[in-house]
Each structure stands twice: as C-alpha cells, then as structure tokens.
C-alpha cells in the first residue's frame, strides 16, 4: 500500500455514523502506522473530545484531524470547546483540514458561521493546516455544495499569500511527500 501512495489511516469515532468500539485496537494500528512513517486523519464530534483527549495524545504518529474536529459554530471561536480543541492543537504532532464548512454550518452558502473558525486555526497553526473538500461529497441529506464557494473559502481564511502557500502547497506536500 506504501508503495501505491497510502501515507495514513483513518479512525472515525462519529458515534451517529459508527460504533466506534474499544479503542485498544486503534492503538495497535497506530503503531505500525508510525513504523511506516504514515499518519492518523481522526475524525469526531467535538462534544467527544474530552474523552478521547488522552487516546489522541498518545498516538506515537502525526495525527490529522478532519473537519476541524467539528465545532459547535453556534457557540463562536471563545467557546469551551473551541478552546479546548486549540489547546489540543498545540501539540506539534497535530495537524487540522479546515475545508468542507458545508459540514459544519447552520446557515448554508457561503459559510460565514464556519469562517471564523477555520481562519482561527490558519492563523494558529499555519505549518500544520490543510484544506480540502468531500467530494464527491457523501452522506449530504440536505443538499450538495457548490465546490466553487467551497473554494472561494479559502482566500477569506488564509489571506495572504504566504498562508494560501502553506495551505495549499507547502503544508500537504510535507505531510504526505516528505
């Protein structure tokens, strides 16, 4: 797999989706993971934080973390739980994707809700950020963004041209080619 390009796994905790199970075997993975230089994407609902805080912190490999690790973007950038999921970030093994807001936004196009999230941690963590979308989009109920907006995103959370840089280019070729 190595050799056909596979540079990381990926755990999903998102109890409405998975069960998420013991976590014992995700640390085994994890490992021989780390053994191969790849890295963990971990994808959860940011209320689950608190309790995976410490599962995550002893991955003995990078550890990416989808979606911005779901905030509540009703409750703004100084929430609890924001904070918390910023304080997690200082841990230089910990890497953010800060695309698809269609996930996470209670008002729709153009994401304005999301926005301020996103550039927080582009601003944070401007080595260790990437961006992306879902396409083709799966499990959407409510409708299928426009990838265009999606993009036209990403000037409004890295505006200078050094943060679209390391965005877009600097930061994911580290991550997966180095």
């Given at each position: 797999m190595h050799e056909a390009g596979v540079r990381g796994v990926r755990f999903n905790f998102l109890k409405r989706l998975v069960d998420p199970g013991p976590l014992a075997p995700r640390a085994e993975l994890a490992a021989?993971?780390?053994?191969?230089?790849?890295?963990?994407?971990?994808?959860?609902?940011?209320a689950d934080l608190p309790e995976l805080t410490s599962f995550l912190e002893g991955l003995p490999c990078p550890v990416v973390v989808d979606h911005m690790g779901r905030?509540?973007?009703s409750q703004g950038v100084d929430s609890l739980g924001f904070t918390a999921f910023r304080a997690l970030m200082e841990n230089e093994r910990f890497w953010v994707k800060v695309g698809c807001p269609e996930r996470l936004s209670r008002n729709g196009p153009p994401y304005d809700d999301v926005t301020p999230f996103a550039a927080t941690l582009v601003a944070d963590?401007?080595?260790?950020?990437?961006?992306?979308t879902d396409w083709p989009h799966p499990n959407m109920a409510s409708h299928l963004p426009d990838d265009g907006l999606l993009l036209d995103q990403v000037p409004i959370i890295a505006p200078s041209t050094e943060a679209r840089q390391k965005l877009m280019v600097d930061n994911p070729l580290r991550l997966y080619w180095s």
């Open positions: 021989r993971v780390a053994e191969r230089g790849w890295h963990v994407v971990v994808y959860f609902e940011a905030p509540d973007t963590t401007p080595d260790r950020v990437l961006w992306g």
